[in-house]
């Protein structure tokens, strides 16, 4: 499975699935067309600040509200690596996984990540290394079926494969 690396952007606690993606953009499923107005109504310089590879990292209830797929879908389709938060909203933690959003729950990493830092995560190990700081943390990895799924892309492509 892939390593991700790259600046991170930090988030406090119940980013909910409306500022990820807005409601009044949910009549698009094009991830291109979502990921123009991600995280639009809760930070309007995210997309300028952000760069292909770049790391979310939030605090506590990452995901919380609505059930939509939208959110994670317009996570990754804008060029996020990885979410880091402290914990994930049960169904946001399910449908990154369904579309492939590597996602890791790490509360040590999250109070020791600062916006802006350097930071590389091995998806294997469960790692989270702050380059900034010279310190390291332990995530929970995923499970190797899990792993497998999001090197897939996503749950469909992972039984399409079969």
């Known amino acids: 499975m892939n390593n991700a690396h790259g600046k991170v952007i930090k988030y406090g606690d119940n980013v909910?699935?409306?500022?990820i993606i807005p409601a009044r953009y949910l009549n698009?499923?094009?991830?291109?067309?979502?990921?123009?107005?991600c995280m639009e109504d809760?930070?309007?310089?995210?997309?300028?600040?952000?760069?292909?590879?770049?790391?979310?990292?939030?605090?506590k209830n990452f995901g919380c509200g609505s059930s939509r797929e939208h959110a994670p879908i317009a996570i990754k389709a804008c060029g996020i690596s990885c979410v880091i938060a402290e914990t994930f909203a049960r169904i946001f933690y399910?449908?990154?996984?369904?579309?492939?959003?590597?996602?890791?729950?790490?509360p040590e990493a999250v109070k020791g990540i600062e916006d802006?830092?350097?930071?590389?995560?091995?998806?294997?190990?469960g790692i989270i290394k702050?380059?900034?700081k010279g310190t390291s943390f332990k995530g929970q990895p995923f499970p190797e079926f899990m792993q497998k799924i999001i090197d897939a892309e996503g749950l469909v492509n992972y039984i399409n494969s079969k």
């Open 16 to 19: 909910d699935t409306d500022v």
């Open 28 to 37: 698009s499923s094009d991830p291109k067309e979502l990921a123009t107005h």
């Open 42 to 59: 809760l930070d309007k310089d995210f997309l300028s600040r952000m760069k292909p590879g770049d790391i979310m990292v939030a605090e």
């Open 94 to 106: 399910r449908n990154a996984i369904n579309i492939g959003l590597p996602i890791i729950e790490c």
């Open 116 to 125: 802006g830092d350097e930071v590389s995560v091995d998806f294997d190990s």
């Open 130 to 132: 702050n380059e900034t």
